[in-house]
């Protein structure tokens, strides 16, 4: 604790019903050099940023270290937030490059996954009524098989509660391209379940 | 919902309606309506709240971070290693990967473990300007009926407990904790309490003569309160955040809707409240405080199960944020007790800073 005038503010601001207000107060004493500022911005951030990069790369030691550079990232750049999306979609995009980086060069159809991902669904078919038989467990276990760029969306949306338009800040793609991204993923998800005979 | 009443193809709900609703957010009352009524709709919805919930419940499960592994001195060139975070970005030294991913476990430990610790000791007064170690104590589980306390690991003067305020018994708490267990917190007349949160309740405490500091941005001469601080405005000073500004003085003009600050040098500052305004009560009585209230503890345990506190603290809204285990990188210290399962998350508590925060606070 550097900043012994500012922790009881940084207590206070953390606890603040505004994630909003609080976010932007947090990272302004971010690059100001508050620890506990960053402390705080941490724990309102860093188990929904593990969970996004977990679901992405679905490796934990991986995962934690690039939520590690990801909260050192956010040391170094806090002054670079202009408050432009919220801090939790900035910080999700950080990670996101961080996964990237890390992931470079062990993917080398990274083109064709995306290009994969976003292929319109098929529409409702007989995929679909595995959807409307499948246990969550079930489902679970057939998240864990999408392609990563389908983790990837159903995780923001879902897991990290960003809005579309947030979703296509971080993958700095189309709104419309985020709803194919959803729709196709959802598919796979059900070819999925039908394939693994999981549904009778 | 994309309806031209002509096509039927696209007059159901599109998707931004149905993620929507699968993320629990408010859709249109047309939609609704609509969703009440279309099978079709109700089918596709019921799909994604599905797959919402198989991503909620892995990120859910996402399991605790392994603790760090122990950063001895010389594994590290001092110079390669910062108190915690580098005092300025780009300080950070690259001394070998091994290196820097241990520097930056134990900053981000130091980061979490001052997040859990800034938020009781700014309650209690202790001299949080001093502290670097304890973090959170989760008395949880066991097979005797009540949790004994003994030493805990590295960090033996000083304990802390947290849980919702069962009942007071003269001048000790009954909390129960997370895992339900009894615990109870002594007090006496040196021990401090405090209340903090966004209540109706608090904000009821900035009466006329207090000594306040707010916080808050500033618009036309006037503070839009972040937060007030009711105590020795000589004791808090809060460095203002950019584009906000922090005001120390006494309060005039109170009500409902905010009050005036007069400084020491007689300059009157409007200042508004809300219900988001976070008040915190330095100096409170524990009698004040609600059964069912969130208190967090600090103190000495007894052989007895009970905690003496030197601080306790109320958290009136919103609850406390939820402090470790979903710590990732917190260093976990097991702790000797009858009731097994209690763990300890600290950072660096030394005998010296315990008992300099401790002479603090006590």
């Known amino acids: 604790m550097n900043d012994p005038n500012g922790n009881v503010g940084a207590a206070i601001f953390a606890a603040s019903r505004d994630p909003a207000s609080r976010d932007g107060w947090l990272l302004g004493r971010i690059g100001q050099g508050d620890e506990d500022a960053m402390a705080a911005f941490y724990r309102a951030h860093g188990r929904v940023v593990l969970a996004q990069v977990l679901l992405v790369t679905g490796e934990r030691a991986l995962a934690e270290e690039i939520v590690q550079d990801t909260m050192l990232a956010v040391w170094r750049r806090a002054g670079d937030f202009r408050g432009d999306s919220s801090a939790r979609s900035w910080v999700i995009a950080i990670a996101r490059r961080q996964t990237r980086d890390r992931l470079r060069g062990r993917r080398l159809r990274v083109v064709d996954d995306a290009f994969l991902a976003d292929r319109p669904g098929s529409g409702p078919g007989p995929e679909v009524t595995a959807l409307d038989r499948a246990e969550l467990a079930e489902v679970r276990v057939a998240i864990r098989d999408l392609g990563p760029a389908h983790r990837e969306v159903l995780g923001l949306v879902f897991g990290s509660g960003l809005s579309l338009p947030e979703v296509a800040g971080v993958l700095e793609i189309p709104v419309g391209t985020v709803k194919s991204r959803l729709s196709a993923a959802r598919a796979a998800l059900s070819r999925i379940l039908n394939e693994k005979g999981q549904i009778q | ?362």
């Open chain 2, 1 to 362: 919902m994309n309806a031209p009443p002509t096509d039927t193809q696209s007059s159901h709900l599109d998707l931004d309606d149905l993620i929507a609703a699968a993320n629990g957010q408010p859709i249109g009352d047309a939609a609704g309506e609509h969703l009440t009524g279309c099978e079709h709709c109700r089918l596709e919805a019921s799909r994604w709240n599905l797959v919402a919930d198989g991503v909620r419940s892995l990120a859910a499960a996402t399991p605790e971070a392994a603790p760090p592994e122990a950063v001895p001195p010389e594994a590290v060139p001092p110079e390669a290693v910062p108190a915690a975070y580098p005092s300025h970005p780009g300080q950070l030294r690259r001394t070998g990967r091994r290196a820097l991913a241990r520097h930056r476990r134990r900053a981000v430990l130091v980061a979490g473990s001052a997040a859990a610790a800034l938020v009781l000791l700014a309650g209690v007064g202790v001299g949080v300007g001093t502290w670097t170690g304890l973090v959170q104590v989760d008395l949880g589980g066991g097979a005797s009926a009540e949790p004994v306390l003994t030493a805990v690991s590295g960090c033996p003067a000083l304990e802390s407990a947290s849980g919702t305020l069962e009942r007071m018994n003269g001048s000790s708490l009954v909390i129960k904790t997370p895992s339900g267990r009894p615990v109870t917190v002594t007090t006496t007349a040196s021990t401090t309490a405090s209340e903090t949160g966004a209540s109706a309740a608090l904000l009821a405490d900035i009466t006329d003569g207090a000594s306040v500091t707010v916080s808050g941005p500033s618009s036309d001469g006037t503070i839009a309160a972040f937060s007030v601080i009711i105590a020795n405005p000589a004791q808090q000073h809060p460095q203002p955040p950019p584009g906000m500004v922090v005001v120390k003085g006494t309060v005039a003009d109170a009500s409902t809707a905010g009050f005036t600050v007069v400084t020491a040098d007689g300059t009157r500052v409007p200042v508004t409240t809300s219900g988001d305004t976070n008040v915190s009560v330095l100096n409170a009585s524990l009698g004040q405080f609600p059964v069912g209230v969130s208190i967090l503890a600090l103190g000495s345990a007894g052989p007895d199960g009970s905690l003496a506190a030197v601080g306790v603290v109320a958290i009136m809204a919103p609850p406390p944020a939820s402090l470790p285990p979903s710590l990732p990188g917190a260093r976990q210290i097991h702790v000797q007790t009858h009731a097994q399962g209690r763990q300890v998350y600290v950072k660096n508590c030394s005998p010296a800073a315990v008992d300099e925060a401790l002479a603090a606070g006590g």
